[in-house]
């Protein structure tokens, strides 16, 4: 009878535990969020990631009613500033920002701090977009076609600069490389903004960026567009033909959305899809999404996680293929 009670008593105090976490678990989503958010952007300044977060931060400001912190941590190819979102407590008030180097990371990289899948959290789809081939207008090339022959004839003699290895503009080269057989060099940077300041002044010829950074860059005259890297052309540079028009089959998709780490409450993932998923119909947002050249992408957080999965099989197998290592 002793025992009985015992087990009842625990039960009971099981309970009162479960339904006291519960009910501060739901105070907290109730209030949340009460201070500033951190964006953790995975790259430097100045590049397509940053810009387009920079963008976003205002909206999401408004709408939540508390600041949008965006805050830039470069390094690994992104590796860094992910781990640093995913090794934040589950609060809700660290996100990140994640692209198709997070993806293609996943099987690039040996050894990570972190596995990209289990520790995160799927939050809200922003942009869909492209990267764009550009080169410095000394290069006499005006084609994709002309670019191709310029680089048979001068082999290994061009080098081509990336936000950093494995990177959606790095595999963008290394696709390119692969379906027209240029010997090309790759330059890895800390970010589109750092290879932008080696490109422009000419210290390196080619680069396939993000098309939020390159284009001022390409309507100033300071950059010369040759293509884009989805299948069609971009609304935004309507005269600038897809590479796939000469290179038959060539395509990168560029996307981006926001995770949380590990643990984070259903309610506050609920409450930040909302808020991204409102603002991504806000007029002056998209107004401002196609001068960069991107389209809203508002997702579910299930549908956002069930695209973050299949881009990382896929890129796996693009990785394993290419045989492509960290440099």
């Known amino acids: 009878m002793a025992m009985h009670r015992r087990q009842l008593l625990q039960r009971c105090r099981s309970a009162i535990l479960f339904s006291a976490f519960a009910s501060a678990r739901q105070a907290n989503a109730q209030s949340y969020p009460s201070r500033p958010i951190r964006w953790i952007i995975s790259f430097a300044a100045g590049g397509g990631n940053d810009i387009v977060a920079r963008v976003m931060a205002p909206f999401l400001t408004g709408e939540l009613g508390q600041q949008i912190i965006v805050e830039d941590r470069a390094g690994a190819g992104g590796n ?42 799927p939050v ?40 950093g ?40 010829q080619l680069m396939f960026d993000n098309l939020p950074s390159s284009i001022p860059h390409i309507r100033s005259g300071e950059l010369r567009a040759l293509g884009v890297t989805s299948a069609k052309r971009s609304a935004a540079l309507p005269d600038v033909p897809a590479i796939a028009e000469t290179v038959p089959g060539y395509e990168v998709d560029v996307w981006n959305g926001i995770v949380a780490p590990r643990g984070t409450s259903p309610e506050i993932i609920a409450r930040l899809n909302r808020a991204v998923n409102t603002v991504l119909s806000e007029p002056r947002l998209l107004a401002r999404f196609a001068e960069l050249g991107g389209t809203p992408m508002p997702m579910r957080p299930e549908e956002f996680g069930a695209l973050l999965s299949a881009e990382v099989v896929k890129w796996a197998k693009v990785v394993k293929f290419a045989g492509i290592k960290p440099e």
């Not at 198709?100 to 959290?121: E, G, H």
């Not at 764009?132 to 001068?154: C, G, Q, R, W």
């Not at 959606?168 to 060099?185: C, R, W, Y």
Request: proline content about 8%; cysteine-free; hydrophobic content about 45%.
């Open 80 to 121: 860094i500033g992910m781990a640093a979102v995913l090794a934040s407590a589950p609060d809700g008030y660290t996100i990140g920002y994640a692209a198709p180097n997070n993806a293609i990371n996943a099987t690039l990289y040996d050894k990570l701090p972190f596995d990209f899948i289990r520790d995160s959290v």
């Open 124 to 163: 809200a789809g922003t942009m869909r977009l492209a990267n764009v081939m550009v080169v410095h207008p000394s290069l006499p090339t005006h084609t994709v076609a002309e670019f191709i022959d310029y680089a048979k004839a001068n082999p290994g003699k061009l080098y081509f600069a990336s936000s």
């Open 165 to 204: 290895t494995g990177a959606s503009p790095h595999m963008s080269g290394e696709l390119f490389k692969a379906m027209t057989g240029v010997d090309i060099v790759h330059v890895p940077y800390r970010g589109a903004g750092p290879a932008m300041s080696d490109l422009i002044p000419g210290r390196v």
